[in-house]
């Protein structure tokens, strides 16, 4: 068998069809789908079940809500494919997405496979397009340092040889946001042969219960920390270390833009003081890779170094308005 396809499932009876259809219309047909449904509490459980009675490649797993992280972790001990691409349940794969890969992975002998993807709105309204193949030319530790960041993007936006994923032995966290990080930077750091897909291939669709409503109002630290220590762990620290900074900062500018869910000015300026007081001690915030950073990270960086807490909280409201509107 070529391919195994995994997929976690919380409450998605809306989107899940879609999805579904979207790999089961592949043009390369030597795959399992595994769907894990992680706890749903909506018709989820009962569409899996549907599908899998309907076509032998589709095989359900339960467990109790444990978060996305532990539900792709199932899925990958229960696989059987020479490679494992993952897909998210309100996403979806144009239908040659595997034949794509099979074409880019060089005859099979590629370890990590990037696709390029399109972020999209419900309605179908373009976000951007996440030209991933842009880094091909880059060094493996530039790679890497993107990678930690998120600038090379986390999520699905890859396929994996069995092989590797071996060999590394590293599974997704169990946070409510970030839980891929590690996962994404220890596959690139041990993959010998890595390819990039020729185009577009995968849809990303940001939904009001997309990440940015998952965790607390800090949603990011866990990730960084854990991060932290597994630099050092493996002895990668020094390296990496200004990287780092670089995701310390984007932490900081998600946590500030979470901020916005006080309805209290005052309260709410008082929280992003002391969130970016907490990260200053843990990190050198001075000491970053700038080219690391987003548009939106740069500005709040320099709003912070004048400790304009109010102009940032004010940017975050309209941002967050919206984004709002438009996911819907």
Known sequence: MIFSIIMPVYNAEKTLGRTIQSVLQQTIKDFEFIIVDDGSCDESYKIISQYA????????IYQD????????NKGITQSGGDYIAFIDADDYWENDFLETIIR??????????????VTEYPNGEIANYLNIKSNAGATRERMLSYQMTGKLPWGMFKVIRRDLLEKVNVQFEGYSVGEEAIFSFEVLRNARNVKFSDKVIYHYVQNSNGQHTKGNKDPWRPMVMTMKR???KIGEYEKY???LNSLALKAISIGMYRCTAYSNVIDAIKAMSNLHKEYSEEFDLKAFDKENLDIATRCVLE???CKAYL?????SRLR?????????
């Open 320 to 328: 967050k308005r919206k984004q709002d509107k438009l996911r819907g």
């Open 303 to 305: 709003l912070l170094n």
């Open 230 to 232: 597994h630099l050092k």
């Open 241 to 243: 270390k200004r990287s």
């Open 311 to 315: 102009l940032i909280y004010i940017a």
């Open 65 to 72: 809500n444990a978060g996305p992280g532990i539900a792709r």
């Open 53 to 60: 009675q309907e076509d032998s490649r589709v095989r359900m």
């Open 104 to 117: 880019c992975s060089d005859d099979k002998k590629a370890d990590l496979i990037f696709v390029d993807a």
